[in-house]
Structures are given as C-alpha cells and as structure tokens.
C-alpha cells in the first residue's frame, strides 16, 4: 500500500527509495533462509534417514538460486502492479513459461533432475530480466 500510495502522489524519490528499501529486505530475508537451509538440510536429512539424499543436494543448491531470483522478481512485478501494467506482467509471465518449457526440453534428457533445475533457474532469470527491463520504462 505504500508504495502504491507513493506511486499515485508522484513521490517519484520516496518510491524509488521504498523499492531500493524492499529490494534489499527480500534479498536479506532470502539469503538467510538459504543460509538457514544450508546449514540444516545435512542434519535434517540424518535425522529422517535419508543421507542418500545427499548424492542430489546440487539440485537442491540450484533450485535455491532459483528460488531467490523469483523472491527478487517479486520486486519489479510490484512496481509493474503500481504502474498498471497488469499486462506486461501476464505477458511476462507467459514468456517465463514458454521458457521454462523449451529450456525443460532441451535439458532433462540429458541432464535429468539437473537439467530441470538449470530450466527453471534460467526461466526465473529471464522473467526477472524482463520484469526489470519493463519496469524501467
């Protein structure tokens, strides 16, 4: 609501503050949550009896930075929600699916579990991209 509020009284320095203020808050509260992830998957695997889990934490590791970058997205889709850009986003989030999908095609039949991880890592970037990109303008 702030920053909508911002938005809609032509605050142009408090709302490019507030992002740069909810950018750097989502990037905290993910870091820690992947560092609170890293720190206990080993453990908690132990505990529930599934070391052989271990052999695809480059998957988990992955989808972790997948993960992130979506959080970040977040950031732009809400100033894209402020500015009315309902539109581009659901374009947006129609060109990260069709990405997905082809990147998806291409990877898991040589990379299996991997392969689809780097899919939906490299989809989340491109949507974050262009989220960014529309943003701007």
Known sequence: PKMIELYRDSET????????????EVLA?????IAGIAVLIHPVLEYLGKAEFVQSLS???ILLGAALVLNLSFVPHYVLFV???DIAI???TIIGAVLNIGLNILLIPNYGLVGAAVA????YM???YYKLLVGKS
């Open 120 to 123: 939906t890592l490299g989809s």
């Open 90 to 92: 659901r374009n947006i």
């Open 29 to 33: 509260y993910s870091l820690i949550t």
């Open 83 to 85: 500015k009315h850009k």
């Open 13 to 24: 320095e408090k709302f490019e503050q507030t992002v740069k203020k909810f950018f750097v």
């Open 59 to 61: 998957v988990l590791w």
């Open 126 to 128: 491109g949507i974050f």
